[in-house]
């Protein structure tokens, strides 16, 4: 299954508002999670089950869509938000990561 | 607290061989699906392999099909990758993860471990 997320490249200001889009090329139900990265870090689950907020992380992200379209949403960029964003979907072997999107202060 | 240590990267030529560690602990290992996920200079994340609580029933990317062979220890909470035939485009950190949220997420993963092919 072959993620495409979109843009791969965002640039944005603190308090804007950031959506990032993940396109499966097959059905996965709600079998989508949402991953941070900032450099040289392990990536940090922000959502998981396509919607779910894992626990600790700020309200300001959120999570939707089922079968082939998802949306992570940032509702208010903070400084901290500025980082790489990867979806990567739990429906069925080999599992696979979007190619990911890169949030940078406009 | 979840814990898990990588170790084993470094410099190998074309066509060699090394294999990873991943130490574990605060959890009972011998329970959960245990994973690999790379991560080439500058690229971003690729799930490589995975293995099921048992042990038996394995999973690979199609890149590294043939080459790379995932294990576990359960009883020394230790989970290992041989890479086998390494090429170029294999360099990149390696970092484990734990399957969480009821096996639809990483929560947890290890700091990563620099493996380097080139002569």
């Known amino acids: 299954i072959q993620l495409t997320q979109s843009p791969s490249f965002l640039s944005a200001s603190v308090g804007d508002r950031a959506t990032i889009t993940c396109r499966a090329s097959?059905?996965?139900?709600?079998?989508l999670a949402w991953y941070q990265q900032k450099p040289g870090k392990a990536p940090k689950l922000l959502i998981y089950?396509?919607?779910t907020l894992q626990s600790g992380v700020p309200s300001r992200f959120s999570g939707s869509g089922s079968g082939t379209e998802f949306t992570l949403t940032i509702s208010s960029l903070q400084p901290e938000d500025f980082a790489t964003y990867y979806c990567?979907?739990?429906?069925?072997?080999?599992?696979?990561f979007g190619g990911g999107t890169k949030v940078e202060i406009k | 607290e979840v814990q898990l240590v990588e170790s084993g990267g470094g410099l190998v030529q074309p066509g060699g061989s090394l294999r990873l560690s991943c130490a574990a602990s605060?959890?009972?290992?011998?329970?959960?699906?245990m994973s690999w996920v790379r991560q080439a200079p500058g690229k971003g994340l690729e799930w490589v392999s995975a293995?099921?609580?048992?042990?038996?029933?394995?999973f690979y990317a199609d890149s590294v099909k043939g080459r790379f062979s995932i294990s576990r220890d359960n009883s020394k909470n230790t989970l290992f990758l041989q890479m086998n035939s390494l090429r170029a485009d294999d360099t990149a950190v390696y970092y484990c993860?734990?399957?969480?949220?009821?096996?639809?997420?990483?929560?947890?993963w290890g700091q990563g471990a620099l493996v380097t092919v080139s002569s």
């Open positions: 605060g959890f009972t290992f011998s329970n959960y699906v």
């Open positions: 293995i099921r609580s048992s042990g038996v029933t394995t």
């Open positions: 993860a734990k399957e969480s949220c009821g096996g639809d997420c990483y929560l947890y």
């Open positions: 990567q979907q739990f429906s069925i072997y080999p599992l696979t």
């Open positions: 097959q059905g996965i139900s709600s079998y």
């Open positions: 089950t396509a919607s």
